[in-house]
């Protein structure tokens, strides 16, 4: 198939030309190359909003549809506009966009909110007037009067200021962080244009996700994902925190790791511009407590016994280089807000991206990770609370278990036999999380095992019982287990689902399922009146919500109100970067957040029990 | 001669003891030991003010003066009031004072003022209540919700606190910079009792001169003077600034000079009392500009060539730990606002102790040290210029000038024959300042020197004239001199006053006269409508006002309007570091000073040529 070109053109930037495949859909492609138009339905069609004309484009105008009138006007019309969702592109195009609209950053967050951009990092170019004998202004005072921020300066630029005030003839780049002075550049032809960075970090337990955002534009450059190499010290946060404890330079040693990889995150931005990582003034690290502990590399040891204290979960700022953070010496690191011990900054940016505290109706949001967070509230109000799941959903702790990555497998399907998909379609690996409750809802309708979680035996199925499925009952160090995926069928081994991950998946599934209970209670009312159920995380991206609701996870009553939020504290994150405005709001989520601790509430024991049992 | 006893009693301390040399006036021991009484009239007996109560001592009791009854009622003569200024010490005492004024510190500012007791720098003993399972509030939060300033801890001071607050029991004393946390400390049963130190140092470009006084009290504990050490680079700041040019390594030598000068007093304030140094949370920096650069290690270049401008000329704080400085690792260092390039910190704090800037009248402030700095102004507006005087009247750049220590001659008196007095009466080693006006003003007087400054020759004289005054008409090195004194008459070696140091004398008064009557003409009034004159530094203390005036250096108009203020920089550094409002103040002072440079006023070169003659 041959590829076509689309040259852009838009008001406010050079031309640019990309290229795509026959027939796809334009507003994909564009959205594709950060070339966002707006778009409030995500191109269905519905809302008129994504409008473009075709400047040259004969095939592509004759084609217009029907369904695209409403929104046009008649001038529109001629004029050659199209909705970009309704275009697949079969010829070689010229379209206008609209100019990017001034202030709107292009990072789509749940319900297809625009964050409006107003990064705290910003760059002035400041031209002065040189000093004279009848103007004698010292240079620090002459640069603060420019900026009308006197004493915004911090003394430790003061040392450079001279050189850079003469060098630069004057003129001078002063890259602000609100209204506090980060950096004072001397001014050249291409100040005005250089790029000014941010990094958004999602540091989880398991893994850790960071994107490059370009904080004049908005615009996401770049993205890195890996794992958390402290990881090597325990899958979960108990064992980490037990490492600080037992080993003198514990603590300093997970900090260093997690450190060392954020810099290789860096350096990976950087590998085709070095000039990167001294362009990168802000990062904005969402993560739960104590992964936020471990890289300020603050002690965890009071988190981990009662009453599970943190040093810190108001938001910070610390310098990078205090870190060892390898982006600019006077760039900031800003830890957002955190809720508890065991409720995170990552629960209240995934609050922040699914605009819960926004909403007068009270919604609720789960994000299934190493632990589970689940959070229920308003704009009014928010309960949140820390269910002891286990990293059972993120495939730890499960034999066969693995990570969402290609060849694991994600789905299965039990009907005369086991059928099964694998992530990218690779042979099978292991089980990732959504294979977990695709096998438990799987085996618990196929009637391959109790209510109770036991697995049956060929024999209690009946020689009735279809003959592939009763041959897959087979015993793993002498216990009960499900062949899952064969070697001799493909598979890179052998992949048992056994009786101890189901117990696994039990005990993780009635926390979660309890901790939902307690909150609703807490709130004064049932599943059914919540409008929404946000579920952040891959794992919510890929679930099944009917099999989530047939083993017990996710209430009944919100199987159909299941919005998916993707990374929800990696997009929070991004949505600080791009915007002081939601600093602010997380700090507001913050406060008007309630923690509830179940480790010791009655009530939580009571539904944990009644939640174990498949019904 | 026996030393004396002095019990000294006093309502709020516990009580101590003095000795006194026989027949030493009590208030000077007072006052020697920061025992101040009230005394506006400084113990001249005209205020009444410094009574104290004799509670043995009956020899003083029966010695009372007349003078003193009409500011003793009947009942406090019986009770054994005597004004302490006039107790000559005859035996062994025990005496009573006053409570020292609670919330007054008892640092005497020029005019007598009292400095209201507001530091910047306070300890506050907090007692929280631990964390338990119903309230898991992070530790952080805990401290700044006690204190009632959320976001008041720095993340530096996060690593610290969790042992810090266990180590306590929750209880903690908290250091504050204002509303900023300096430092947390864990609780202890003498905490709220914990001494709070802090320095004024006024860094000259000769001697720097600090003193420790007691935050908590306002009382002045100990003090340190010494020579600035980067003196051995050049007596000057050109010379210095030159060093600074020539050596790369120059700035970073001059600033370690300074610091360890710094640090050597630290440690002399610390002698008897290892914990002193890290008790010291503030120094408050007064200099001239180029002091205080150096001393912050910012290069001074641009201050030396046209158009003279300083890196900062406002307040800023450092952390002492940043500069080397080593009182409390968490300690700040103030560095008082500066005007110019060569109008400092030192002027500011001379007007801020002077209160020139709180009347409604305009006085003059003259500051004769190694330059000349003039102030004129009143509560509205304020002119300062800098005269290039040179260091003559600190004894620099005169043949035999010394600094003013003991042996220094610092008055002669011409009659028929020359006498001098030493300091300390100590065999004569050198000229200090004041005999440089002394000379100069008697030698005009017994005619040994024309108006235009040209020593005679003992044949000009004539033999009518005193012949052991045409004696000492000698030269040094084939040119005119004076021989002041012999080291046949005692003397350390022969001391001359030369043709050349009357030269040196009469450009440095020129330049003096000239930036006055410049600074009057910019503010619009004659010499007689000045208020006050102000005279800063220990010339103003020393010199004879009107052999001052009969040289030409002061205004004839305000020989009986001087005003000494002593070290009026070190002065205002104290009242900044006892009170937060000073600051404030100097700020202000700062904000409403204008700077006239005189370097290319034309009008200052007639001036200057037109004070050259002595009239």
Do not use: W
């Not at 966002?36 to 004969?58: A, E, F, Q, T």
């Not at 901790?515 to 891959?538: D, F, N, P």
């Not at 679930?543 to 017990?552: F, S």
């Not at 602010?584 to 009655?602: F, G, H, N, V």
């Amino acid at each position: 198939m041959t590829d076509f070109t689309i040259t852009i053109q838009q008001p406010d930037r050079p031309p640019r030309t990309i290229t795509a495949p026959a027939g796809q859909n334009l507003f994909g492609i564009l959205r594709e190359h950060n070339l966002l138009v707006p778009s409030p339905c995500g191109g269905k069609g519905l809302c008129g909003k994504c409008k473009v004309r075709i400047n040259h484009g004969p095939r592509t105008l004759a084609a217009a549809l029907e369904s695209e009138s409403p929104f046009l006007s008649a001038e529109e019309r001629k004029a050659g506009y199209r909705l970009a969702c309704r275009v697949p592109v079969l010829e070689d195009l010229t379209i206008e966009l609209p100019a990017a609209e001034a202030g709107t950053a292009q990072i789509m967050t749940a319900g297809d909110h625009q964050v409006p951009l107003n990064p705290l990092i910003t760059r002035q170019v400041v031209q002065l007037s040189p000093p004279t004998i009848g103007d004698q202004t010292a240079d620090v005072e002459r640069v603060e009067q420019a900026l009308g921020l006197p004493g915004s300066i911090r003394p430790e630029l003061f040392y450079a200021l001279p050189a850079t005030l003469r060098d630069g003839g004057f003129s001078l780049a002063v890259v602000l962080a609100g209204e506090e002075v980060l950096a004072l550049e001397a001014g050249t032809e291409n100040t005005a244009v250089k790029p000014l960075y941010g990094v958004a970090l999602d540091l989880g337990t398991t893994t850790l996700a960071g994107y490059l955002l370009d904080l004049t534009t908005g615009r996401q450059l770049d993205t890195y994902a890996a794992l958390n190499p402290q990881q090597r010290y325990g899958a979960d946060v108990i064992s980490r925190i037990d490492y600080t404890l037992e080993h003198e330079q514990g603590l300093a040693e997970l900090a260093q790791l997690v450190r060392a990889e954020i810099n290789k995150m860096i350096a990976y931005f950087s590998r085709n511009d070095p000039a990167v990582a001294s362009n990168i003034y802000q990062l904005v690290v969402a993560g739960n407590t104590i992964m936020l502990h471990l890289l300020a590399g603050l002690e965890v040891k009071n988190i981990a016994v009662s009453p599970f204290i943190p040093v810190v979960a108001r938001d910070f700022t610390c310098r990078a280089s205090d870190l060892g953070l390898e982006i600019n010496p006077q760039g900031k690191v800003i830890f957002l807000p955190m809720i508890s011990g065991y409720v995170g900054a990552d629960t209240v940016a995934a609050i922040l991206a699914c605009h819960l505290a926004d909403q007068a109706e009270t919604s609720l949001l789960l994000d299934i990770g190493t632990n589970g967070e689940i959070a229920l509230g308003n704009r009014e109000r928010i309960l949140t609370c820390a269910a002891a799941a286990g990293p059972a959903f993120e495939g730890a702790k499960i034999r066969y278990g693995m990570a969402g990555l290609p060849g694991a497998i994600n789905r299965v399907r039990i009907e005369e036999d086991l059928t099964y998909t694998t992530i990218g379609g690779e042979p099978a690996r292991g089980l990732c999380g959504s294979a977990v409750v695709s096998l438990t809802a799987q085996l618990l309708n196929a009637g391959l095992m109790e209510p109770s979680g036991r697995l049956k035996t060929p024999d209690e199925l009946g020689d009735d019982y279809p003959a592939p499925l009763r041959a897959r009952l087979r015993t793993v160090d002498g216990k009960p287990a499900l062949l899952v995926a064969a070697q001799a069928e493909g598979a890179v081994k052998d992949i048992f689902f056994t009786q101890q991950d189901i117990r696994e998946t039990q005990l993780a599934k009635a926390a979660i399922a309890a901790g939902i209970r307690i909150l609703l209670k807490e709130m004064g009312m049932t599943a059914s009146e919540v409008k929404t159920l946000y579920l952040a995380g891959g794992f919510g991206n890929y679930i099944d919500h009917h099999e989530a609701v047939r083993i017990g996870l996710l209430p009944e009553e919100l199987a159909d109100r299941v919005v998916p939020v993707g990374n929800g504290a990696g997009a929070g994150a991004k949505m600080v970067l791009l915007s002081r405005d939601y600093l602010q709001k997380a700090r507001e989520i913050r406060a008007k957040t309630t923690y509830l601790e179940l480790s010791t509430d009655r009530d939580f024991q009571n539904h944990f029990v009644e939640s174990l049992e498949f019904r």
